[in-house]
Structure formats: structure tokens, C-alpha cells
T-cell receptor, first 110, second 114 residues
Framework: KQEVTQIPAALSVPEGENLVLNCSFT??????LQWFRQDPGKGLTSLLL?????REQTSGRLNASLDKSSGRSTLYIAASQPGDSATYLC?????????FGAGTRLFVKA | DVKVTQSSRYLVKRTGEKVFLECVQD?????MFWYRQDPGLGLRLIYF???????EKGDIPEGYSVSREKKERFSLILESASTNQTSMYLC?????????????FGPGTRLTVL
């Protein structure tokens, strides 16, 4: 059974810092891995999707990597801003099922 | 832009009531999903549908049913609401295929059952 773990559970950093969020999964037979952002009380916004055949994806200040063999993904946020404060979720999809991690709550201090 | 809308942002119901949560997507997506999100438990899949009139159980289908009569609309039904169904409910859709595409989420419905 697929399990997705995110470390750390919470993170507080000063504005401008580069940071890395980690995601690990137990079953490497995945179609893709997706990183989402969730603001308090809101739905999820897709940030990056990495197909199983890809190693990384980039969007603006965000870069996500995928290492299927080790069951790991990282989300790198460059030059963090207070507006980046949110919960970040990673999710792995195999077949029709998507399993989510519990998320990392990020707080960027001005 | 893909848009997934949910009928209510907040809903308060009484124990035993029948509750309908509606989700509509406007991008002709084939796959639609219902999740619930609870503190400490994350998002858990309740049901999904990969085509009109097709449905598959997710990880926690007990106490729920679904209906997909039209491609754009996926309804979650609580036949007899109970307090342990108080939660945030999130609907999502994706274009096609077995997980090949990005899931797009609606804003969520926060349901409270008294």
C-alpha cells in the first residue's frame, strides 16, 4: 500500500531564504507526482506535476525533482516571500488513485 | 483556465439528514474525484468516476454514495449524515487516463453535522 510522508511537518523561515520541502513514497510504481499549495480554508492549487519518466519540473521560483528509485521528491523554493506562506502537499498517482502526504506548513516571515 | 466549482463553501446539517454536495467542472474532464480532508489524516479518497455513470470506491466509501449523470457534474451524497462526517470535502477533476494528468481542485465545502 502506497504511503506518502512529508518532512518537515512545519517550517518557519525568514523572507529571502531558499528552502527545500521533502516528500517520500513507498511504492515506486507511480504515474506521476504532483506538488500542491493549499491556503487556509481553501482548495488545492496545482504547482508542478512530474511524470514518472521525468526527473524535474520548474515553474518560476519553484523546482521539483523526482527520484523514483529512492522514492523521493523535493520541492525547492528560491528567494521565499511572505506570500509563499501556505501548506504544501505532495501527491503520488498510480492507476486512478492519488495518495496525498500530510503536508508541510510553511511560514515565511517578513 | 480549468474551473471546478462546488455548490456550497459552508454547510451545516443535522444528524440523519440527507446531504447533497455538488461539483461541476467546465473543461470536459473525464475523471472526477471526491476527497475529504481532516486534520492529521490528510486527504482521503471517497469515490471517483472515470466516465458518465461509472463510479469506483476510494479508500473510505462507507456512508457515502455518488452520482454522475452528466460528464461535467459529480455529486456526493450522504444518505444519513452523522457527526463523524463533519469535514472539508474537496472535489477534483482531471482530463483523462490513469493518473496521467493534473488534478484540478474546487474550493472545498466545509460541512458541519450537528
Amino acid at each position: 500500500k502506497q504511503e506518502v510522508t512529508q518532512i518537515p511537518a512545519a517550517l518557519s523561515v525568514p523572507e529571502g531564504e531558499n528552502l527545500v520541502l521533502n516528500c517520500s513514497f513507498t511504492d515506486s510504481a507511480i504515474y506521476n507526482l504532483q506538488w500542491f499549495r493549499q491556503d487556509p480554508g481553501k482548495g488545492l492549487t496545482s504547482l508542478l506535476l512530474i511524470q514518472s519518466s521525468q526527473r524535474e519540473q520548474t515553474s518560476g521560483r519553484l523546482n521539483a525533482s523526482l527520484d523514483k528509485s529512492s522514492g523521493r521528491s523535493t520541492l525547492y523554493i528560491a528567494a521565499s516571500q511572505p506570500g509563499d506562506s501556505a501548506t504544501y502537499l505532495c501527491a503520488v498517482t498510480g492507476g486512478f488513485k492519488t495518495i496525498f502526504g500530510a503536508g508541510t506548513r510553511l511560514f515565511v516571515k517578513a | 483556465d480549468v474551473k471546478v466549482t462546488q455548490s456550497s463553501r459552508y454547510l451545516v446539517k443535522r444528524t440523519g439528514e440527507k446531504v447533497f454536495l455538488e461539483c461541476v467542472q467546465d473543461m470536459d474532464h473525464e475523471n472526477m474525484f471526491w476527497y475529504r480532508q481532516d486534520p492529521g489524516l490528510g486527504l482521503r479518497l471517497i469515490y471517483f468516476s472515470y466516465d458518465v455513470k461509472m463510479k469506483e470506491k476510494g479508500d473510505i466509501p462507507e456512508g457515502y454514495s455518488v452520482s454522475r449523470e452528466k460528464k461535467e457534474r459529480f455529486s456526493l451524497i450522504l444518505e444519513s449524515a452523522s457527526t463523524n462526517q463533519t469535514s472539508m470535502y474537496l472535489c477534483a477533476s482531471s482530463l483523462r487516463g490513469e493518473g496521467a494528468d493534473t488534478q484540478y481542485f474546487g474550493p472545498g465545502t466545509r460541512l458541519t453535522v450537528l
